[in-house]
């Protein structure tokens, strides 16, 4: 098995030793951990570790810019970019890599973490399915927007609807994934030039997705293994914060992008139409989804052209 290096972007983060911990206690392959403290020191001093690398930012640049500073000076042959509040399986690093071809971006089943226990809550949140972006949500707004692939209406257990249809399929494809953990070959990571890195916060897991999704590659969720991640939320606050009408600007850009295959890495046979084709019939999305009325019609409040 091959090293691999765990990204971790950090802004006054309260769990950032409890994460590190995480990577190396439950790593059984070679593994090294760097960690970038974007524009504010550790909220408690980490303890040394000569696996453990830490970066440091006298301003914030964004979570996009700190994995992408981060993963110049990592030396394994895979990066995965992680949260710093999360907990990982045992054997993480080469379940990940058992499965990972060269193109692939990999995502092991997602439990809520409970903070008090630091032990799984609800899960596993296995499927996202992109929002339609020119009809706005009234919990999610406008644009390309993870969501989870909820079953009927009433039926029982419709929350993990599609994780009980497909829990057969360990190795399936992902439309789309929360960006709190990806993984994949360090190499193509930076062929694709990481994350779209004029986003500040939002549109992570979109913009990395979408590159691999489009050039040729594929987005997977690994289930033979896992991790959990904790929603801050307002008990913990957030560390990166963006306002509201950046965060339109951000989503409008972001589906612009995608739907209108302006990226200039799509690969022949690898566009909108294929994508939406691949993962159809998707919630929320009319049949006729690429009439460009909708587009029209849509509104990006704060959007600057």
């Known amino acids: 098995m091959a090293k691999v290096s765990v990204l971790i972007p950090a802004r006054n983060e309260p769990f950032l030793q409890k994460t590190i911990d995480e990577v190396f206690a439950q790593a059984t392959g070679e593994v090294e951990c760097i960690v970038m403290l974007d524009g504010m020191p550790a ?29 110049q000076v990592a030396e394994g042959k895979y990066i995965m970019k992680l949260d710093s509040h999360c907990a990982l399986g045992l054997g993480y690093d080469e379940a990940l890599q058992a499965d990972c071809e060269d193109d692939w971006l990999v995502v092991p089943s997602r439990y809520q973490l409970l903070d008090e226990t630091w032990t799984c809550g609800y899960g596993p949140i296995d499927y996202l399915y992109f929002t339609y972006p020119w009809i706005s949500e009234p919990m999610y707004g406008s644009g390309l927007h993870g969501k989870k692939w909820i079953g009927e209406s009433g039926l029982e257990g419709s929350y993990f609807w599609k994780e009980q249809q497909l829990r057969h399929l360990l190795i399936d494809d992902l439309m789309t994934f929360q960006g709190s953990l990806f993984f994949m070959n360090r190499a193509q990571f930076l062929k694709l030039d990481g994350v779209d890195r004029r986003y500040t916060l939002w549109q992570e897991a979109t913009s990395i997705g979408m590159k691999v999704w489009m050039s040729g590659g594929r987005c997977i969720r690994n289930k033979k293994t896992w991790y959990a991640h904790l929603h801050k939320g307002q008990r913990h606050g957030r560390g990166y914060r963006v306002g509201k009408a950046q965060a339109n600007r951000d989503a409008y850009h972001s589906a612009d992008m995608w739907m209108n295959d302006r990226w200039e890495g799509n690969v022949p046979g690898r566009n909108i139409h294929w994508f939406v084709d691949h993962f159809w019939p998707i919630p929320g999305w009319p049949e006729d989804w690429n009439n460009p009325k909708y587009q029209a019609n849509s509104l990006y409040p704060g959007m600057v052209e």
Do not use: C, F, H
């Open 43 to 71: 909220v408690t001093p980490l303890r040394e570790d000569p696996r453990l690398i830490v970066l440091q930012n006298s301003k914030p640049k964004g979570i996009a810019w700190a994995s992408w500073d981060m993963a």
